[in-house]
C-alpha cells in the first residue's frame, strides 16, 4: 500500500515538473510558438523516459502497427489501380486494347517522374541501398516524409503496370516509419536504427505473411546486428505488423504451392546444380539490371532529357514487353503460381526468365519505384521450372515435379541476388507452408549464394552503394572504416603478463581489477597468447592451478591486429569473434607487442567519425 501510494506521489510529482517546465518557458521564452511546443515536447519526452527497454517495445508495437495498416492500404491501392487500368483496357476493341496496355506503363511512369521532379524536388534513392546506407552513414536518420512519398511512387508505377515488386517499396516504407518515428522522440542513433529496422521487418512480414523472414531481413541484411537489444523489439514489430494484416488479408500463404517433397537422395545434387544455375543467373539478373539503368543516364545525359520524362520512356518500352507477355507485369504472381503447379509451358519460363530483369531494368531503371524482390522470384521459378522439366525428361520416377524445382529456383536465385540465404529460406517456408522441401531450398539456396559471390562481389544493394563510395559489410560501413588506423584507438595502458608468470599471481589480479581479458608476452615482448573471463572460469571452477604458468591455461589462437591494420579490420574481427572484446596490436617486423584496441573504444571512435561524413545530405531527400 505505501509502495503504491510513494509511486502516485513520483507520478504526481513529475507531472508538476513537467508543467513548471512549460510555465518556465512560456514567461521566458524569446521565440515563436513552434519553438515553444518543440521545447514543451522535449520536457516531455524526458518526463516519459520512452528510452528505456520496456517502454520501448511499446513504440515498436505502434511502429509495427503503423506499417501493418500502410502496407493493408498500399496492397489494396496497387490491386484496385490495376484491376481498373487493365480491366477497362481488356474491355475495349482489340488494337485499341493492346494500344492502351502499351500506355499504361508510360502513364504511370509520367506520373512518378512528375512527382519526383516537381513534389520531391529529388532524384528517386537506390530503395534497400538507400536504408542500409542510413544505417550505415547517417545513424537511421531517413527523411520523415520519405515514407509519403515513397508509398505514392511505388503504388502508381507498380499498378500501372511497371516490373518492379512491391515487397521492397513497402519495407522501406517501414523503415522510414520507424526512422522518422525514431526522430520525432529523440531517440539515440542506437534507438533510430532499431526502430528502423522494425519498421522494415513488418513491413516485409505484411506484405509476404512471413514475420520470422521480416525479422531475419531487418537483423542480416538491414542492421547486420544480432544483439538481443535489437531482437526484441524487430520481433515484436514484425508480429505485430504480420497480425494485423493477416486480419485484413487473411492468413493463406502467399503462394498456393501442391506437397512437394524430396523424392530421393539422388535428387540433392540435382539441387545443388541448381543452385549453381541460379547463383550465375543471379549475377546475370545485377549486371542485365544496372546495364540497363546506366544506359538510361547516359542517353539522358547525351540528349538532355529532362529527368522527369525518362520514367515515361522507360514505361513505355516496358509496356511493349508486357502487352504481349502478362506474366512480365510487377503486380501479378500468376506466372510464379502457374510455374509452381508445373503448368507454365516452356516458352513462357524461357520468356519471363530473359525478359524479367529487362523489364525490372526499364521500369525502375528508368526512374520509377518498385523492389527487386519479386522479379528475383519470377526468374528463379523460371529457371527452376525449365530445370525440373528437364531433369524429369532425363531421369523419369526418380525426381520431383517441376514445380518442387520452380519453388527452389526461386528461392536459390533470389538468395543469389540479396546475399541473404537465410532470410530466403525462411521466407519461402512461411510463404508456402512446406516443411518438407526445406532441405532442397537450405541447400540450393546457400550454394547459389555462395556462387554468385564468388562469381561477382556486388550484391543488388552493394553495387551501388559502392559506386557512391560507401563499402557496407558486418553492419558498418567499411570505405570510412578501412581509412582510420588502429593505431588512431590504440591503447598502451594495459595488463600484461609474461608466460613464465604463475596462474596465483594471474587470479590476485583478476581479482583485484575489473579487467577480464589479459595478454601475455614472452621474454622478447613477443605477444604469444591471451587469458580471457572463459580460462579464468575455468580456472576458478577446478581449482586446481598450484604449480601452473600462465602459458599453461592461456589461448594461443588469438586473432590479432598489426601496426599496418586498419579499423575496419578490427571492427570485423569484434563483430564475427564475439568471445573477445579486446584485440592485441602487434608490430609487422618485431612481433612485440604495441597496445590493445578495446571493443567499446573502436565502435565509439567509429561512430565520431560517421558523424563527421553522415552530415552531408539527409536521406530522406532521396
Known amino acids: 500500500m505505501k509502495r503504491s501510494d510513494n509511486g502516485r506521489r513520483n507520478w504526481k510529482r513529475n507531472l508538476r515538473v513537467f508543467f513548471y517546465a512549460v510555465l518556465r518557458k512560456s514567461r521566458y521564452l524569446k521565440g515563436n510558438h513552434r519553438t515553444f511546443f518543440r521545447l514543451s515536447l522535449d520536457a516531455l519526452l524526458v518526463q516519459l523516459n520512452l528510452n528505456q527497454d520496456f517502454p520501448f517495445l511499446f513504440i515498436a508495437i505502434f511502429v509495427g502497427l503503423t506499417t501493418g495498416y500502410v502496407a493493408v492500404m498500399f496492397h489494396d491501392a496497387i490491386l484496385w489501380l490495376s484491376s481498373y487500368l487493365f480491366g477497362t483496357a481488356e474491355l475495349l476493341p482489340g488494337s485499341w486494347s493492346y494500344l492502351l496496355l502499351a500506355f499504361i506503363p508510360a502513364f504511370g511512369g509520367l506520373l512518378v517522374g512528375l512527382y519526383n521532379a516537381f513534389v520531391v524536388k529529388a532524384r528517386p534513392g537506390h530503395g534497400l541501398a538507400s536504408v542500409i546506407k542510413a544505417v550505415a552513414q547517417n545513424n537511421g536518420r531517413i527523411g520523415r516524409n520519405h515514407w509519403i512519398h515513397k508509398t505514392f511512387t511505388s503504388v502508381i ?16 516504407v517501414g523503415a522510414a516509419i520507424g526512422s522518422a518515428v525514431g526522430q520525432a522522440l529523440k531517440f539515440s542513433p542506437d534507438r533510430t536504427r532499431t526502430l528502423l529496422g522494425c519498421g522494415a521487418a513488418a513491413g516485409l512480414a505484411a506484405v509476404f505473411n512471413a514475420p520470422i523472414g521480416g525479422v531475419m531481413f531487418a537483423i542480416e541484411v538491414i542492421l547486420g546486428d544480432f544483439s538481443v537489444k535489437t531482437f526484441s523489439p524487430i520481433v515484436v514489430a514484425a508480429v505485430v505488423g504480420t497480425v494485423l494484416s493477416r486480419s485484413f488479408l487473411g492468413s493463406s500463404p502467399t503462394f498456393q504451392v501442391p506437397p512437394y517433397t524430396l523424392v530421393s537422395n539422388y535428387e540433392l545434387p540435382l539441387y545443388f546444380i541448381l543452385g549453381v544455375l541460379a547463383g550465375l543467373s543471379a549475377v546475370l539478373f545485377i549486371k542485365t539490371y544496372y546495364s540497363i539503368e546506366e544506359w538510361f ?203 613464465v608468470t ?64 586498419k579499423l575496419d579490420e578490427a571492427l570485423k574481427f569484434f563483430e564475427v569473434a564475439d568471445y573477445t572484446n579486446v584485440l592485441p596490436v602487434i608490430s609487422k617486423r618485431s612481433g612485440k607487442l604495441l597496445g590493445i584496441v578495446r571493443q567499446e573504444e573502436a565502435f565509439s571512435y567509429y561512430r565520431k567519425q560517421m558523424n563527421l561524413y553522415g552530415s552531408d545530405r539527409p536521406e530522406g531527400a532521396r
Open 157 to 172: 508505377s507498380i499498378g500501372t503496370g511497371g516490373g518492379g515488386g512491391r515487397e521492397a517499396p513497402i519495407l522501406q
Open 297 to 499: 543516364a547516359r542517353i539522358e545525359k547525351r540528349f538532355g532529357i529532362p529527368v522527369w520524362a525518362m520514367p515515361a520512356i522507360g514505361g513505355l518500352a516496358c509496356g511493349l514487353l508486357c502487352m504481349w507477355l502478362p506474366g512480365l507485369y510487377g503486380y501479378s504472381y500468376a506466372v510464379v503460381d502457374s510455374a509452381l503447379r508445373g503448368e507454365e509451358p516452356w516458352t513462357g519460363m524461357i520468356s519471363v526468365y530473359l525478359l524479367k530483369p529487362v523489364v525490372a531494368g526499364l521500369s525502375v531503371g528508368s526512374g520509377g519505384s518498385g523492389g527487386m524482390f519479386a522479379p528475383a522470384m519470377k526468374m528463379g521459378a523460371m529457371l527452376g521450372g525449365m530445370f525440373g522439366k528437364l531433369v524429369n525428361m532425363v531421369v523419369p520416377g526418380m525426381t520431383a515435379a517441376s514445380g518442387a524445382y520452380a519453388l527452389v529456383g526461386m528461392g536459390a536465385l533470389t538468395a543469389g541476388i540479396m546475399r541473404a540465404p537465410m532470410t530466403v529460406i525462411l521466407i519461402l517456408f512461411e510463404v508456402t507452408g512446406q516443411y518438407e522441401i526445406v532441405l532442397p531450398i537450405m541447400f540450393a539456396a546457400v550454394t547459389a549464394a555462395l556462387i554468385a559471390r564468388l562469381a561477382y562481389r556486388h550484391s543488388m544493394e552493394t553495387y551501388v552503394l559502392e559506386k557512391e563510395g560507401v563499402r557496407v559489410g558486418y553492419g558498418i560501413a567499411l570505405s570510412v572504416a578501412e581509412s582510420i588506423s588502429v593505431l588512431d584507438v590504440m591503447r598502451t595502458d594495459f595488463i600484461r603478463f609474461n608466460d
Open 502 to 565: 604463475r596462474v596465483e599471481k594471474v587470479l590476485e589480479v583478476f581479482h583485484s581489477t575489473p579487467e577480464s581479458n589479459f595478454l601475455v608476452t614472452n621474454d622478447e615482448n613477443q605477444f604469444v597468447g591471451m587469458i580471457r573471463l572463459e580460462e579464468m572460469s575455468i580456472i576458478l571452477r577446478d581449482g586446481m592451478f598450484a604449480g601452473l604458468i600462465a602459458e599453461d591455461v592461456m589461448k594461443k589462437e588469438v586473432p590479432v591486429l598489426y601496426d599496418s591494420s
